[in-house]
């Protein structure tokens, strides 16, 4: 291994190193044998690795074989000459799956071979784009909603009274299907409430929440009911700045997201929820109702050990009466992408085998907006 790889630490120091930190997109310079020699904090974060460690291996321990990146590196090389491509799959094992990408890849002139690649993921913009289809679809049941609220409750109502006044003077036998016309009004009546919830237009009260106290609070729920055989590890930052969100609506978001993965860890021998939160900085997004974009830079997981989701499920998860479940009604997770939508936030699912994970970004609290210099996570 040359000098170059051998020290990535002394090829950028000072300013130099510190915009290239400063830049919300993965960046690495590999040498002429292809070890990465440089890395940005981001691209630390996207192959999973240090830049120290990262340098002791070539590129192609981390990109698929016969990965377009690596030709592209050598087009570069040969015609000394930046060349751009775009949606790349460069999933693997080690980076995961579902890594799409553009690629900037230019030659460092004042280094004979070395030559310089930015990511772009791809997957994120997809994200936001299938966020304002989850949108879209929750102002849909939000219409369905009003006019269920009053062309059907009234009339269940009076189904419901009529069945129990029957239920007085019919033999024993007949007892039964009184019970169950009654049983079964109070049933969609139920699912009616819970669409209503999606016609609630009015704004939304917010102030800096502590989301570890949110998260505490719906796992010792969890704990107490649905969650009580899962083993829960936390996986939290500690200096995490306050997300400025409704604290009741965000406990409402995790008990659902929580409850979706308990649910899913039902034939699991041993069953884990991993609950995460970290600073990612670098994802601005509109807020609903304004002109005004707000950065995202609060990530919160929800991971468990689950089967997975089929993947042509996964597209359409957070959409109205879509559900795995077989008495599932398909608005819990359709509730979860409405009210993370309506803070002007993000929610999504990756999953694959024994690995789902919710994802969700938030704004922080606008009185804890400064950047930061550190990714620090703690694990308890």
């Keep these: 291994m040359n000098q170059v790889s051998q020290q990535p630490e002394d090829i950028l120091t000072g300013i130099p190193i510190a915009v290239l930190n400063a830049i919300r997109h993965p960046v690495i310079m590999v040498d002429e044998d292809n070890h990465v020699s440089f890395a940005n904090w981001e691209a630390e974060v996207f192959f999973g690795a240090s830049r120290q460690h990262l340098s002791r291996r070539k590129l192609d321990t981390y990109i698929p074989f016969g990965s377009p990146l690596l030709a592209l590196i050598e087009q570069v090389r040969t015609r000394r000459a930046p060349v751009n491509e775009y949606r790349v799959d460069v999933s693997s094992p080690k980076l995961g799956n579902d890594r799409l990408v553009d690629l900037y890849v230019a030659p460092v002139i004042e280094k004979t071979g070395c030559v310089v690649v930015l990511f772009q993921e791809r997957s994120m913009a997809d994200k936001i784009d299938r966020q304002l289809t989850h949108r879209a679809a929750a102002r849909s049941v939000t219409g369905l909603a009003s006019m269920l609220a009053h062309e059907i409750k009234n009339p269940l109502s009076g189904i419901r009274g009529a069945a129990q006044l029957l239920e ?4 024993d036998d007949d007892r039964a299907l009184t019970r169950l016309i009654r049983d079964e009004t109070d049933r969609i009546v139920s699912l009616v409430d819970r669409m209503e919830i ?5 704004p939304i009260d917010r102030e800096p929440v502590n989301i570890h106290a949110v998260l505490d ?3 010792a729920v969890a704990r107490a009911g649905f969650g009580r055989n899962i083993k829960f590890v936390e996986n939290y930052d500690p200096s995490l700045p306050p997300v400025f969100a409704n604290r009741d609506q965000l406990v409402q978001v995790f008990l659902n997201l929580i409850k979706n993965s308990s649910e899913a860890l039902g034939s699991q021998s041993a069953p884990q929820i991993t609950l995460t939160t970290a600073y990612r900085p670098g994802i601005r997004l509109s807020v609903p109702g304004s002109g005004e974009k707000v950065s995202l830079p609060l990530e919160f997981c929800v991971q468990d050990n689950g089967p997975g989701v ?10 109205p009466f879509i559900t795995t479940k077989i008495n599932g009604s398909g608005l819990g997770l359709a509730l979860v992408a409405k009210i993370v939508g309506d803070h002007g936030g993000i929610v999504e699912c990756d999953s694959q085998a024994s690995k789902t994970v919710f994802r969700v970004l938030m704004p922080a609290s606008r009185e804890n907006v400064a950047p930061r210099d550190n990714n620090t996570n703690t694990t308890r």
């Design 168 to 171: 007085t003077s019919v033999g």
């Design 198 to 202: 999606f016609s609630d237009e009015r």
């Design 217 to 219: 609070h719906v796992k």
């Design 310 to 319: 089929p993947s042509d499920m996964l597209q359409h998860l957070f959409d």
